[in-house]
């Protein structure tokens, strides 16, 4: 029995192996196919920039998992393909520039007042100039804190870093003068650079030296004379402008001292009777009492002052 059964067996096995071994061809033959159809979808795939089914999906790995070459060409060509609607879509951004920079084309006029040697020269700084209604002297040295901050330094630091905040928005920026180691301009020079430059608006740089006990800063307004009068409601608007960023942007208060609820009107300083663009200067608070001098002296408070000169201009431009 056990002979006749492994007879049979024996018969029996060679057929069932013939017959296993073709079934395992006609698979091998049929993977073949599947892998030669796969392999033009990913080539398809990869070209048209989508992913087959072994490729890559949204961020992760299909169940074919990644292959060197096809799977990263088929990664890359979508990110690259998304890129370039990005980039066609981005120039008509480019042509919306000036949204990004609100202040492209227009020009701004600082007047940093005074100047880092004023005081080495009195003959010049004491010359009289015309204002516009009477004779005033061509300059002052301004004043300084009880530690020897002058006002000159303080006037320029503040300008520069509004400067560098208008330039960043686009303007073109005209200074009256660009360094604090020099002598002049005169006070009706300034005016006139100013007037010359196309500026669309001004600001000139104080700081005030007042009664020790006294605090705050004041808007310098001008009063009409003949060559300001036409810009005269336009500077009175770019005045309520800084005095409501000031008072909104920063700590220094209206002065308690000085001008009514933080205005005063001057028709005897030449920068503003001459002036032509509308223009305001600001008394950024008193060097002489110790709390503004503190505020003054610091970076950071120039820094917060330069910011809402800036937003006083922006708004008074209504960009």
Known sequence: ??????SAADESEPDLTASTRRTRASQARLLAAVACLVTACASTATGSGGTGSGGTGSGGTGSGGTGSGVAGDAVASPAALRASPATSSATPRASRQPSAAPLAGITVGIDPGHNGLNGTDPSFINHLIWNGRESETCDTTGTQTASGYTEARFNFDVARDLRAALIADGARVVMTRTN?????????????ILNDSGARVAIDIHADGGPSWGRGFTVLEPVADGPNDHVIPASERFGRDVRAALLGRTSMPVSNYYGSNGIQFRDDLAGLNLTTVPKVLIESGNMVNATDAALLTSPRFQQQLAAALLAAILAFLGR
């Not at 029995?1 to 492994?6: A, V």
């Not at 604090?180 to 006139?192: E, I, S, T």
């Open 1 to 6: 029995m056990r002979t006749s059964t492994r």
């Open 180 to 192: 604090n180691h020099g002598v002049g301009p005169c006070v009706d020079r300034r005016a006139q």
